[in-house]
């Protein structure tokens, strides 16, 4: 593995161009051949203008490294066969039941088996979020089935679990520590000088791969418990008719606490990972209580919010909800738990319209049956919810705000972003 070699094969290939894998070929591609392999034809048309609809990267950068050659994009199998590195980056969400449904990552597997070359040893690492063990004992015999090669001495296993966050300018893939796990020492060693080249948080060296898939999971798991903890006193204060974000102000103060937020948890990773380990932990034999419990919380939150402002609103009120992506500042629907609240506050009779500045009308209108809208209303509504303060709504003044109501109409401020709505006459600011 050298950087920078030269012919026609690439030192690595990455597969799968989403938000993980798109950032981490275009940050290799700095130090190593790189090509970036997806079966979606569409996608590859687009990174090659410079388009990424996930507005991870940017336009300047990736058609730099395109022309340059030290990227390249593939959708042919055939011309990734022979690199050093396969790094899969693929997908991994639960079904209906919520039970992790590894299909893209078999998928995967079999399409990097066809591109392994025993001449080149390689190393095919991980990244997509798995529980302890689908490396080894589900990727690795595919691996083996589909390419008849044998693991361990023609080609070799890593994990190394994502951190992306979408949206995310501080912690990208060049200043977080990667953790890196291979089969062997020397395959370890191998991944710790790949990633060293990627990132200025240095790399960390887990002692096994499940002990890496395992961190993972519980990275995501712990921060799905303690928001769910949050939203549980939320509810508790609503209660006692106090607001959980002024507690949360006084609690704040306090040097050990663990400032975490109510809301709607959605998204592929927080919402997604903690069913992942309670499958494994089932496996087991073990109940993983605690884990389910925030999940039944965190999941159960849009109906909530739904309930309470239901309570708040006249019979059959017409209703604007800004924001639909799962957080603010991108266009990700994945697991919207706002399409939860538009649709059962839809069920209790309310006429709702979804505004949203950077997601995709065409993906909405798929994923959840949501005709957006091209542009924020003229005529006003009885009520706005607030639920995903992008900065494009930031930036709106109060007025322009305001003028989205009615007389008295309510101003639901879910993330409690817009405390400066309170000053504004004529309006209700509602927060939870």
């Not at 529980?131 to 296993?157: A, H, N």
Request: aromatic letters at 6%; glycine letters at 8%.
């Amino acid at each position: 593995m050298t950087a920078r070699s030269e012919g026609t094969v690439p030192d690595i290939v990455v597969v799968g161009l989403g938000y993980v894998g798109l950032p981490l070929a275009l940050r290799l591609s700095k130090a190593f051949p790189v090509l970036g392999f997806d079966i979606d034809a569409g996608r590859i048309a687009e990174l090659h203008e410079g388009y990424d609809r996930t507005h991870e990267v940017e336009r300047a950068s990736l058609l730099a490294a395109l022309e340059t050659g030290a990227l390249r994009l593939e959708q042919d199998v055939a011309a990734c066969r022979g690199a050093g590195a396969y790094i899969v980056t693929v997908p991994t969400p639960v079904d209906a039941g919520n039970r992790p449904d590894l299909t893209l990552v078999e998928r995967a597997c079999v399409s990097v088996a066809a591109m392994l070359d025993p001449a080149a040893q390689p190393v095919v690492v991980f990244e997509s979020t798995v529980y302890p063990g689908v490396t080894e004992d589900v990727c690795g015999p595919i691996l083996e089935r589909e390419s008849g090669l044998e693991r361990g001495r023609d080609f070799f296993l890593g994990y190394s679990p994502e951190r992306i966050n979408p949206g995310d300018r501080e912690h990208t893939v060049d200043r977080i520590t990667k953790v890196v796990a291979g089969e062997n020492p020397e395959v370890t060693a191998r991944l710790c000088a790949i990633y060293g080249e990627v990132t200025s948080g240095g790399v960390f060296a887990a002692s096994s791969i499940r002990v890496a898939e395992a961190a993972k999971v519980i990275e995501n798991a712990q921060r799905d418990i303690n928001i769910a903890f949050i939203n549980e006193v939320a509810q508790i204060t609503r209660k006692l008719g106090i607001s959980i974000w002024d507690v949360l102000d006084a609690a704040k103060t306090k040097w050990n606490f663990l400032p975490f937020q109510p809301g709607m948890v959605g998204g592929h990773c927080i919402g997604v990972d903690p069913y992942y380990l309670s499958h494994c932990a089932q496996g087991l034999g073990h109940d993983p209580q605690v884990i389910l419990a925030g999940r039944s919380i965190n999941d159960g939150m849009a109906a909530w919010l739904a309930g309470e402002l239901d309570r708040a609103l006249a019979p059959a009120s017409r209703v604007l909800v800004m924001g639909l992506a799962f957080k603010e500042n991108v266009p990700d629907l994945r697991n919207s738990k706002v399409a939860d609240l538009v649709a059962a506050l839809a069920a209790r009779g309310h006429r709702l319209a979804v505004h949203d500045p950077l997601v995709d009308r065409h993906e909405a209108h798929h994923e959840y049956g949501i005709d957006l809208l091209a542009d924020l209303p003229q005529e006003p509504s009885d009520a706005v919810i607030m639920a995903v303060p992008h900065a494009a709504y930031q930036a709106l003044p109060e007025a322009r705000l305001a003028a989205l109501l009615h007389e008295g109409g309510l101003f639901a401020d879910i993330k409690n972003a817009f405390p400066g709505m309170d000053a504004v006459p004529g309006i209700r600011r509602w927060r939870i």
